[in-house]
């Protein structure tokens, strides 16, 4: 069984840093595509962070680039997003998602497509909050 456990969410003034983890069990990072989505209120889950099982390529919301990095460790397959410069339009439950796209011929046949909608992955973990004060 696929699990999934973030931590590391908090409340951080503007301009401020926070690293979140997501410790994870029951997945291996070659055939897992992984990342981090967010929930602000009002608004829908959006990716923020994605790494692509194949070739493990990394791409970002426009809204973080140069502000957020994600980055993997392979002997723990555990993710971390280290977010710098942190707005407060960055505010919101944070979560960790996974999937292995069997079922997408799509993923399968393609090398370079990364699904990026949320209602594509089926593992959650149950999020972090993290709020930004300006």
């Known amino acids: 069984e696929v699990q999934l456990v973030e931590s590391g969410g908090g409340w951080v003034q503007a301009g401020g840093s926070l690293r979140l983890s997501c410790t994870t069990s029951g997945l291996t990072f070659a055939t897992w595509t992984m990342g981090w989505f967010r929930q602000g209120p009002g608004k829908e889950r959006e990716a923020v962070a994605l790494v692509f099982h194949k070739g493990g390529t990394i791409q970002y919301a426009d809204s973080v680039k140069g502000r957020f990095t994600l980055s993997r460790d392979n002997a723990k397959t555990n993710l971390y997003l280290q977010m710098n410069n942190l707005k407060p339009e960055d505010t919101a439950m944070y979560y960790c998602?996974?999937?292995?796209?069997?079922?997408?011929?799509?993923?399968?046949?393609?090398?370079?497509?990364?699904?990026?909608?949320?209602?594509?992955?089926?593992?959650w973990g149950q999020g972090t909050q993290v709020t930004v004060s300006s």
């Open positions: 998602a996974a999937d292995a796209f069997h079922w997408s011929d799509r993923v399968r046949r393609s090398d370079g497509f990364c699904p990026t909608s949320w209602r594509d992955y089926g593992i």
